[in-house]
């Protein structure tokens, strides 16, 4: 028998209404979610990538049973998330970038004590998890100390530690280096590298490309509430399904007849002369090729996209992209 998977979201719909002053009744309404099938497997770290408003963190908050789902079924960890939400919070931890989720004014001790005891966690069961994770995410010398005194960075570590309090079996990062600097974003990467390789299941969301190629297995592409390559695929099988041909010394007929054929999207010049012919699919590519060797050209290069390439690809256009 198969094990079912950690994550199993099956037409998933939100819309949010809202009612515009001293009307009686919602009048328009904002869909976050549409139809969203996702599937991520145990042990797996899933990267969800989206522009702002994408519909990422209402698809988080789904999950953490924070929202209800408009229409369609979730699963976490085989608990539904209407019907049984205490089962699946019991599985589940969470981490939310910017400066959501942590009391200020209270020590780093005092907001782990907090959501410990919300776990259920109590006396030395709850003190040694403390001390195990402050150890771990280097804060115990400061964990007597106020949250609202330290740097984004700690405090990103205090998150941490507070979704991993109860020992959960899928984490869900949202934006979890959000208004990190790259020295801080790069040692929550690391830590992030330590959970998967504990086999910890992480649904991560970012817009952050070089992020999600770090510390990844399996991405989706997320856009206007929709799930936009259906089949979530492994970086390098879907690098491999987008691919580039460059070519020096094309004449303008040659060029010309390359860029209609079929599956070839886009055609740019490059700075060292070369011209460089984008294909979407493998038969495209090697049809660009062959119509260049006909035309005798000799100089080709092909290479494979970047993430950020193809993300650009998905999204049409130049949205909310960032590449650190
Ligand atoms: N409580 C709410 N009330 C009304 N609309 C909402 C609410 N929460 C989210 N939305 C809308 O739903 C859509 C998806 O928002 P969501 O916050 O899930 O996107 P996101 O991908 O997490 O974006 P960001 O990266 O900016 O956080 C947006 O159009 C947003 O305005």
Same mark, same amino acid.
């Given at each position: 028998?198969?094990?079912?998977?950690?994550?199993?979201?099956?037409?998933?719909?939100?819309?949010?209404?809202?009612?515009?002053?001293?009307?009686?009744?919602?009048?328009?309404?904002?869909?976050?979610?549409?139809?969203?099938?996702?599937?991520?497997?145990?042990?797996?770290?899933?990267?969800?990538?989206?522009?702002?408003?994408?519909?990422?963190?209402?698809?988080?908050?789904?999950?953490?049973?924070?929202?209800?789902?408009?229409?369609?079924?979730?699963?976490?960890?085989?608990?539904?998330?209407?019907?049984?939400?205490?089962?699946?919070?019991?599985?589940?931890?969470?981490?939310?970038?910017?400066?959501?989720?942590?009391?200020?004014?209270?020590?780093?001790?005092?907001?782990?004590?907090?959501?410990?005891?919300?776990?259920?966690?109590?006396?030395?069961?709850?003190?040694?998890?403390?001390?195990?994770?402050?150890?771990?995410?280097?804060?115990?010398?400061?964990?007597?100390?106020?949250?609202?005194?330290?740097?984004?960075?700690?405090?990103?570590?205090?998150?941490?530690?507070?979704?991993?309090?109860?020992?959960?079996?899928?984490?869900?990062?949202?934006?979890?280096?959000?208004?990190?600097?790259?020295?801080?974003?790069?040692?929550?990467?690391?830590?992030?590298?330590?959970?998967?390789?504990?086999?910890?299941?992480?649904?991560?969301?970012?817009?952050?490309?070089?992020?999600?190629?770090?510390?990844?297995?399996?991405?989706?592409?997320?856009?206007?509430?929709?799930?936009?390559?259906?089949?979530?695929?492994?970086?390098?099988?879907?690098?491999?399904?987008?691919?580039?041909?460059? !070519? /020096?010394?094309?004449? #303008?007929? @040659? =060029?010309? &007849?390359? $860029?209609?054929?079929?599956?070839? %999207?886009?055609?740019?010049? *490059?700075?060292?002369?070369?011209?460089?012919?984008?294909?979407?699919?493998?038969?495209?590519?090697?049809?660009?090729?062959? !119509? /260049?060797?006909?035309? #005798?050209? @000799? =100089?080709? &290069?092909? $290479?494979?996209?970047?993430?950020? %390439?193809?993300?650009?690809? *998905?999204?049409?256009?130049?949205?909310?992209?960032?590449?650190?």
């Amino acid at each position: 028998m198969t094990e079912s998977p950690c994550i199993e979201i099956e037409g998933l719909t939100r819309t949010f209404s809202h009612r515009i002053f001293l009307a009686r009744r919602p009048i328009t309404g904002t869909i976050a979610l549409d139809h969203v099938n996702l599937i991520v497997e145990y042990g797996e770290v899933h990267g969800l990538l989206g522009p702002n408003g994408a519909g990422k963190t209402t698809l988080c908050k789904i999950l953490a049973t924070i929202l209800l789902p408009t229409a369609g079924t979730v699963t976490v960890c085989g608990s539904d998330v209407v019907t049984d939400p205490r089962a699946v919070r019991r599985r589940i931890g969470i981490v939310l970038g910017g400066d959501r989720g942590l009391y200020g004014r209270l020590t780093a001790r005092q907001n782990l004590r907090h959501w410990g005891a919300l776990y259920g966690l109590h006396g030395t069961a709850l003190r040694s998890r403390i001390d195990e994770l402050t150890e771990r995410f280097g804060l115990t010398t400061r964990q007597h100390d106020r949250v609202e005194t330290f740097s984004r960075g700690m405090k990103q570590r205090v998150h941490l530690a507070r979704g991993l309090i109860a020992d959960p079996e899928l984490l869900l990062l949202d934006e979890p280096t959000d208004g990190l600097d790259p020295v801080a974003a790069t040692e929550f990467r690391a830590l992030v590298g330590q959970l998967r390789a504990e086999g910890r299941t992480i649904l991560l969301t970012t817009h952050n490309m070089a992020e999600a190629e770090q510390v990844c297995d399996r991405v989706s592409f997320i856009d206007n509430g929709t799930i936009l390559d259906a089949d979530p695929a492994t970086l390098s099988a879907l690098v491999s399904r987008y691919e580039r041909i460059d !070519a /020096l010394g094309v004449t #303008e007929p @040659t =060029r010309a &007849r390359v $860029s209609t054929i079929a599956g070839v %999207e886009r055609v740019e010049d *490059l700075p060292d002369g070369y011209v460089r012919f984008h294909a979407t699919d493998r038969p495209a590519a090697t049809a660009v090729l062959r !119509a /260049l060797v006909d035309a #005798e050209v @000799t =100089r080709i &290069r092909n $290479s494979e996209p970047s993430l950020e %390439e193809i993300y650009l690809h *998905l999204m049409g256009g130049q949205r909310g992209m960032r590449v650190d």
